[in-house]
């Protein structure tokens, strides 16, 4: 019997996935554990792997559709195989003003079209690609070419066998966008101020986004409190550090030192190491941090786990390998889930205080803001140190004002005397 591809729940939060790209075509044969597609959720790309040996037998999505956790996106099996029954019990059902219009949109308007579509359902079975005035493509190509008004002669394949596959001509309809999108700026430059605003739709990662960022601004009550801390000691000890390692890889940051201080505070204070789930606390067995990530315009919260255990070393690679993995799209639910406390860093940019939003389902964050030469006083004199602020927002309905103060208190003692807890 055919096995059901669905969409997995990939993090405490998900409800829904958007299906980027799919990978293995109708008819094509994949394997137990290939990647079939990769689907786009909490602003981070997975890739979903085949459950079962056969052949893609039918997508009941196509890329950039929407499908809630648990819905069925194909079926896979042995070739020919009847799975009408199936697909008529699972299939996306639509409202009957969409089915007419599909209906509608996929009438052929002469014999010559009827027989081309044809033809491509016939392909569709074997799923051998077809070619046409010399050009090797499959049968979901030429249907999108025809719908965007595409010369197939532009498109580039991206194989080695030459054949115009669906991410090929998605790629060149997204270049296209992008020239055009270009050209408008161009356009909108030369006019005048009374001309209309050019309109993105908001999707992919950006779309996930904000709509994460809005579920956590409205449903979590947000207080931030701040605190200013001498670095003065701890820039003296990373400089120290630094200067005794020969091997660059285990050099440490600003950054790597905070996620070792922030941990050790959190086995002190509970209560910031715990989440709400309803009507309930959730505590946490592990230290888990996340660390929020700026790839270009998009943001991913990477998570550092089992700090409990891990000295600065295990840290720094710890650390490396998340940012390598994001840099390149390779973060799984895994490296996603389970933080209990983000720590999100614009001093690079210049940032001293701001309010951050928390990255659910944390129950606070940590914004680190720029170190800063400025005068203060020490020993009741006026001396020049290096300051930085540090702003803590938290759950309120979760954690309380004093107890969140105390560990930021805590946060800042340790930055100010780190010898507490690096020795």
Same mark, same amino acid.
């Given at each position: ?39 786009? /959720? ?70 010559? *079209?009827?027989?081309?579509?044809? /033809? !491509? ?52 309809? *997204? ?16 006019? !005048?101020?009374?001309?209309? !605003? ?59 030192? #905070? ?77 996603? /889930? ?67 103060? /105390? ?6 003692? #340790? ?9």
């Amino acid at each position: 019997m055919a096995s059901e591809l669905i969409m997995p729940k990939l993090s405490m939060t998900m409800e829904e996935g958007q299906i980027v790209n799919w990978l293995i075509d109708e008819g094509e044969e994949v394997e137990a554990g290939e990647v079939v597609l990769e689907v786009l /959720s909490d602003k981070t790309n997975f890739e979903i792997e085949s459950p079962a040996n056969g052949i893609l037998l039918k997508k009941l999505y196509q890329e950039d559709d929407v499908v809630p956790v648990t819905d069925v996106i194909a079926y896979i099996g042995e070739e020919d195989e009847d799975i009408e029954e199936l697909i008529a019990k699972t299939e996306p059902k639509k409202d009957s003003a969409q089915k007419e219009e599909v209906e509608e949109k996929s009438s052929p308007k002469s014999q010559a *079209d009827k027989a081309e579509i044809e /033809s !491509d359902a016939e392909s569709s079975k074997d799923s051998q690609e077809i070619t046409l005035d010399k050009i090797k493509t499959v049968p979901a190509v030429r249907r999108i070419a025809r719908e965007n008004n595409i010369d197939l002669n532009k498109v580039e394949a991206g194989a080695e066998d030459n054949v115009i596959r669906v991410k090929d001509i998605n790629q060149y309809l *997204d270049s296209k966008a992008e020239l055009e999108k270009e050209r408008k700026v161009r356009e909108r430059a030369k006019t !005048d101020s009374s001309e209309k !605003d050019i309109i993105e739709k908001l999707s992919g990662i950006r779309k996930a986004s904000a709509k994460k960022v809005k579920e956590s601004w409205t449903e979590i009550p947000h207080v931030t409190i701040t605190n200013e801390v001498n670095m003065e000691k701890i820039l003296e000890l990373k400089d120290s550090w630094n200067k005794q390692q020969s091997d660059k890889n285990l050099k440490v940051s600003v950054t790597d030192i #905070l996620i070792k201080i922030v941990a050790a505070a959190m086995e002190k204070h509970e209560i910031l190491n715990a989440y709400l789930e309803e009507d309930k606390i959730v505590y946490n067995d592990s230290i888990n941090l996340g660390l929020a990530v700026s790839l270009g315009d998009q943001l991913t919260v990477p998570v550092l786990k089992n700090l409990e255990n891990k000295n600065i070393k295990d840290i720094v690679k710890a650390k490396k390998e998340l940012i390598e993995k994001a840099k390149n799209n390779k973060l799984n639910s895994k490296d996603l /889930s389970g933080a209990r406390l983000t720590i999100t860093n614009l001093g690079m940019y210049g940032t001293e205080i701001f309010t951050p939003i928390i990255n659910s389902p944390a129950s606070s964050i940590l914004g680190v803001g720029k170190i800063k030469k400025k005068p203060v006083v020490v020993d009741d004199e006026i001396v020049i140190q290096r300051m930085m602020w540090l702003s803590l927002a938290f759950d309120h309905r979760l954690v309380e004002g004093a107890p969140a103060a /105390s560990f930021l208190k805590d946060i800042k003692e #340790l930055l100010e005397f780190p010898a507490k807890v690096m020795f």
